[in-house]
């Protein structure tokens, strides 16, 4: 079984889920490989339901911070279902992270998060986080995070921190175009990786970012060479973007580690509990990367199952052709889950924003590969987020806004675009809205979603 990370722990009290004011709730928490918690597991097993509703969380969380997740959304439930409807909740426990300068909107009490005068420096909550995400790897985190601190101006201090990063995240530094599995974030030059990465802040909003509009930095920033680039400025500029790599070697690592819980821990624990009672229906809803954890477990339902009744993605940070069965750049593929919609019993609903600046312009960041001519910076739809605008490329998949949607309802099977930008639209750099998920229309969507209404 492999070290859970993260904060989060196995062990009884690990599923009784205080502080969740549902009724009954249980929670299944798998480790790093897809391992279950077995007493997780028969707290799961036991609960007395017609329908379970099983939720994921995304990347910005610790066992805390699910935990109140699971709380706020869970709770308009009640009074949204029809009375011959008797849920059982379910909150999924994976080990991600939490960022402490990543806020959360209405989570957080003023001071709880780091403030943005450590700009490119390490805050201590977030580095004690990164020492449990990565528990082996402390000499390393230690050079990492005093490089953060010192910004040298030296492109020597840029290529050891390049190297740290690529030994945190994994990955061997050989170029994309040899090992097309990795990012070309982590194989190209770390210099212009870090420029580029310092202009997406700079686009983004994060306060005291070079480039940020209304910082002293801003003329410099917006020159032909970008930040850190101009002539007298030297390198000490890049050290944000420096800081956003180190944050996209942990979003690799997460999403790689969603996709293998999904399909080797939650879709199988999920098949055990529906073959030993057939009549239970299943529910599934994900935030962010715990959106690629429930999608991924559908790998696991068997041929003719029908008891996952309806998917809920809630600004899903993975590929927005991930159901395709052709993708439109390259017709011989399909998506990593072409076709799996079809073994939901409902619709797969696709909840996104325009307002998620994590999926709208760090996302495409992370996922391309070498060979994108466009570098970087320039926009290809080929690494869109399916929680920045919705499925692309499954023919007859309808685009609903989230009022239409509530108002006339979903389809009875299929992907479903629903722009939920009209509430999902709160939160500061560099995520933007993407964790504003708390709101009862979304709740709403799910028993829509589920057919659970009155």
Not at 139 to 147: F, I, Q, S, Y
Not at 207 to 235: N, Q, R, V
Not at 282 to 309: E, N
Not at 322 to 328: T, V
Request: hydrophobic share 45%; net charge neutral.
């Amino acid at each position: 079984m492999a070290d859970i990370g993260g904060g989060f722990g196995f062990g009884i009290g690990a599923g009784v889920g205080a502080g969740v004011g549902v009724r009954p709730y249980a929670e299944l928490t798998f480790d790093s490989e897809g391992d279950v918690d077995r007493v997780t597991q028969g707290m799961v097993s036991r609960m007395e339901a017609t329908d379970l509703l099983v939720f994921a969380h995304g990347w910005n969380s610790d066992r805390s911070t699910a935990t109140r997740l699971y709380d706020r959304f869970f709770a308009p439930f009640e009074g949204l279902v029809g009375s011959g409807v008797r849920l059982g909740y379910v909150g999924v426990v994976w080990p991600a992270m939490r960022f402490s300068d990543e806020p959360i909107p209405d989570f957080d009490a003023p001071g709880a998060l780091a403030e943005p005068g450590f700009g490119s420096a390490l805050d201590p909550l977030t580095r004690r986080a990164l020492g449990e995400f990565w528990p082996e790897r402390r000499a390393e985190l230690d050079r990492v995070a005093e490089l953060l601190e010192e910004r040298p101006d030296s492109a020597a201090a840029f290529i050891e921190f390049g190297a740290l990063v690529r030994e945190l995240a994994g990955v061997d530094a050989v170029p994309a175009a040899v090992a097309p599995s990795v990012p070309a974030i982590f194989t190209d030059d770390v210099l212009e990786v870090c420029r580029a990465l310092s202009v997406a802040l700079a686009r983004a909003g994060t306060p005291g970012t070079p480039g940020t509009p209304g910082t002293p930095e801003a003329a410099a920033a917006a020159g032909p060479g970008g930040p850190g680039l101009t002539a007298g400025g030297g390198l000490r500029g890049l050290w944000g973007g420096a800081k956003e790599l180190l944050r996209q070697a942990t979003y690799y690592k997460m999403k790689k580690r969603a996709g293998v819980v999904g399909e080797r821990g939650l879709g199988p624990v999920l098949a055990q509990l529906a073959a030993a009672r057939p009549a239970l229906r299943f529910h599934l809803i994900g935030h962010s990367f715990g959106a690629r954890v429930v999608s991924f477990s559908l790998r696991a339902v068997p041929d003719r199952a029908r008891y996952v009744k309806s998917v809920t993605l809630l600004q899903g940070a993975f590929s927005h052709y991930a159901f395709a069965d052709r993708l439109p750049h390259d017709k011989g593929n399909g998506g990593a889950l072409r076709g799996l919609q079809r073994r939901v019993d409902g619709p797969v609903v696709a909840c996104h924003s325009p307002h998620d600046s994590a999926l709208k312009v760090f996302y495409p960041l992370a996922s391309r590969m070498a060979g994108d001519s466009a570098g970087l910076l320039g926009f290809d739809e080929r690494w869109g987020a399916i929680g920045h605008d919705g499925v692309q490329a499954v023919p007859g998949a309808p685009r609903l806004s989230l009022e239409t949607a509530l108002r006339e309802g979903m389809p009875a099977a299929g992907c479903v675009s629903v722009d939920a930008g009209s509430v999902v639209r709160r939160g500061g750099a560099p995520s933007g809205a993407h964790s504003d998920i708390c709101h009862e229309e979304l709740a709403r969507v799910v028993v829509t979603a589920g057919r659970m209404g009155r």
